[in-house]
């Protein structure tokens, strides 16, 4: 898992709450990047980052909101408009933004499940 | 209720014998590829990566072998041990500047996944 941190491990939400999924780095990374693994499937990109105070939306963006404050912190807020959001959540961080030493590196995840 | 998903490719083998795990992919303009294993409950752990301007590149127990010409990539794992069953993943990233009308920049783009059972 390297040097990024996720918390919690496990997250249970009822309907309708918003929830906030931690992610914290210590790599001193530019980049990084939320995805979303459901059961059977790849990795899905939600969010990305590709330095501090700047971000983009993914591929299922939609839901879900993110803030980069601080370089080594990239928190993912999962919306009570994110129809489905029971899943695995996964952040990762690269060095930096395509510029040839972009390899990503994930941290241990966040189990949400909305009961 | 139940969830729809895809059924992932299995590789069942014996303890101490080679696997390979095969990844198609489909951007031309890929130039990066990464291996990850992912065990049961956690993020996926790196294990090893190729540019365009290789066909092979080997690690610890671990080969990569990428053939351009028909879009294909494959990881062999040498004397395949219980601990290496877990979920391989594949993943791309294309460098085509997005000012040159590249659209993926940056981004990794991962496979399904194959799941490796090792049997002792």
């Known amino acids: 898992d390297g040097g990024i941190t996720q918390s919690p491990k496990y997250l249970f939400r009822k309907e309708g709450q918003n929830v906030t999924l931690s992610c914290e780095q210590n790599l001193n990374h530019d980049a990084m990047y939320w995805y979303r693994q459901d059961p059977g499937q790849g990795l899905r990109l939600i969010y990305y980052s590709q330095i501090v105070n700047d971000f983009q939306k993914g591929d299922i963006a939609e839901g879900y909101s993110v803030s980069r404050e601080k370089k080594e912190s990239f928190p993912l807020t999962v919306t009570s408009a994110q129809k489905n959001p029971t899943a695995f959540y996964l952040c990762?961080?690269?060095?930096?933004w395509g510029g040839g030493t972009d390899t990503q590196y994930f941290g241990p995840g966040t189990r949400l499940t909305v009961l | 209720g139940e969830s729809v998903g895809l059924h992932l490719p299995t590789l069942s083998v014996q303890e101490g014998d080679n696997s390979i795990i095969n990844c198609a992919y489909s951007?031309?303009?890929?130039?990066?590829f990464i291996w990850y294993k992912q065990e049961s409950g956690k993020g996926p752990q790196f294990i090893i990566d190729i540019r365009s301007n290789m066909d092979k590149r080997q690690g610890q127990r671990v080969t990569v072998l990428l053939n351009k010409t028909v879009k294909h990539l494959s990881l062999q794992i040498a004397a395949t041990q219980p601990g290496d069953s877990a979920v391989y993943f594949c993943a791309e990233n294309s460098r085509k500047d997005p000012n040159a009308g590249g659209t993926s920049y940056g981004k990794l783009t991962f496979g399904q996944g194959t799941i490796l059972t090792v049997h002792p």
């Open positions: 990762a961080s690269s060095m930096n």
């Open positions: 951007n031309s303009a890929s130039d990066y």
